[in-house]
């Protein structure tokens, strides 16, 4: 509350605390209180409360008012400026929430000015916040892991992350759990499993082998319930793993499988940030393809780690070293397994891999291999863990085999015309026809067909 004390010369502005230290003083001034006890009063020290209380009676209530009230702040935006930021909020801006776009307003405009001073410019001109936030839920989080690289939460998001301007792509990333920083991401044309070993190699080259990944319940990760398990799954009592599965347990990285969206909540809440402060990066780009998509992609996660990564509770990195031995091309792939042919060709799809003699063996007929499929896609084959030399295998000649062709001849005579043959067949069959079918297949005359043993049913 403000309150007004008028004087003969002028009208001066008082705030509560201020009328307060003008009823001490005046309480000084009358005798009733020494400065000593209106220092302790008011919560200065007696030298200050002398300092005032001398402004006070020499220029008597104005004193107490602040010497900048009503004066226009040094580092206050002009009408020029908030014009701009307005022109920026509606055209090259627009759909930025307003810390996104204060921080591009910094960042890209040269334009320094608080989070609140810009939603307080946009409120007034009726311009609020895109982004729509739900009432907040009583949830307990859990604690985040003591040490970057314990815990990965890795997803996947399908949207319209280009709004128009291209296809649907679907955004995987990861996002460490004793940070928040995003190791890394990609967009794909669709949530797949060489999506996701992309993601890994690229984390495990330039981080290390993380402890655990956290994960959903996708085929990608984990087999269905629902499918049945074959002969040898069961007498080994175990399930295969998926390709992904597989790739896990070669880096020794444990699989936990979350059952609920609000499980992989730290995860989740960066789609919601990427929909909304990656998608205006990609609008202000132009970004129409996933190429160029990926292109702002790497320029926004290190601006973004920056942001918004915090500090782990302890020191150092939980990520294993790579061995000096480790080749990512024979763990970072696809695995099957197929039987060599007599003529040394292994065959997947539609290629034909020619295995070549080595020293230690010259044939490999009937022999259980291994193809990898690699990322870039190229195949290799490999023998109890050697990889082993092919070529491409010539194709095959075409295999040419008798066709059956009918036995009628139009137009001879004793013989039946092909159409009148397949419609005498179509309809009910009778004595009289079944008869003259005997007579063309023997080749008997008339008179001699008494000859066939024929009866009527």
């Not at 790497?298 to 918004?308: A, Q, V």
């Not at 291999?369 to 190229?378: A, F, L």
């Not at 139009?410 to 043959?421: I, T, V």
Request: net charge positive.
């Amino acid at each position: 509350m403000l309150s007004e004390n008028v004087t003969m010369k002028e009208m001066v502005t008082l705030t509560r605390k201020e009328q307060r230290r003008l009823m001490v003083l005046n309480g000084i001034e009358a005798g009733r209180i020494t400065g000593r006890e209106a220092a302790e009063v008011l919560g200065l020290s007696l030298r200050h409360v002398r300092r005032i209380l001398a402004a006070y009676r020499k220029e008597g209530a104005a004193a107490l008012a602040h010497g900048n009230r009503g004066n226009k702040a040094h580092n206050a935006l002009d009408d020029g400026g908030k014009r701009r930021v307005l022109e920026l909020a509606q055209s090259t801006y627009a759909g930025c929430n307003t810390q996104h776009f204060t921080e591009l307003l910094a960042e890209r405009e040269c334009i320094s000015i608080s989070r609140s001073a810009v939603r307080l410019i946009l409120l007034r001109e009726g311009l609020k916040s895109p982004r729509k936030r739900r009432p907040p839920k009583h949830r307990s989080r859990r604690e985040r892991y003591p040490r970057e690289g314990m815990l990965l939460q890795i997803d996947g998001s399908r949207d319209d992350w280009l709004e128009g301007r291209g296809p649907y792509l679907s955004l995987i990333g990861a996002i460490d759990d004793a940070t928040g920083k995003v190791p890394y991401a990609l967009f794909r044309d669709e949530e797949d499993s060489q999506g996701y070993t992309l993601l890994l190699r690229h984390i495990v080259e330039k981080q290390g082998i993380p402890e655990a990944l956290y994960h959903d319940g996708h085929g990608i990760f984990i087999r269905s319930r629902k499918e049945p398990e074959s002969l040898e799954e069961q007498l080994a009592g175990r399930r295969k793993p998926t390709q992904f599965g597989r790739v896990m347990e070669e880096l020794g990285i444990i699989s936990i499988t979350s059952l609920s969206p609000q499980a992989r909540g730290r995860i989740e809440r960066l789609w919601g940030t990427f929909q909304y402060r990656l998608k205006s990066e990609l609008r202000i780009a132009g970004a129409m393809t996933i190429e160029e998509a990926n292109l702002v992609l790497c320029d926004f996660l290190p601006r973004f780690n920056e942001r918004f990564a915090v500090l782990a509770r302890e020191p150092g990195l939980a990520y294993h070293p790579i061995p000096d031995d480790f080749n990512p091309d024979e763990v970072f792939c696809f695995k099957y397994e197929r039987s060599v042919g007599k003529d040394n060709v292994v065959r997947f799809g539609g290629h034909r891999l020619q295995i070549m003699p080595t020293d230690g063996r010259l044939s490999y007929v009937r022999a259980r291999v291994e193809v990898h499929e690699r990322m870039n896609g190229s195949l290799a084959v490999y023998y109890e863990g050697q990889c082993l030399l092919t070529g491409s295998a010539p194709p095959e000649a075409p295999v040419l085999r008798i066709r059956s062709t009918a036995r009628f001849i139009p137009g001879a005579s004793g013989s039946q015309d092909l159409a009148s043959f397949a419609a005498t067949r179509m309809a009910k069959p009778k004595l009289g026809v079944l008869i003259s079918l005997l007579r063309i297949i023997h080749g008997a005359s008339p008179s001699k067909c008494s000859s066939i043993g024929v009866t009527k049913s």
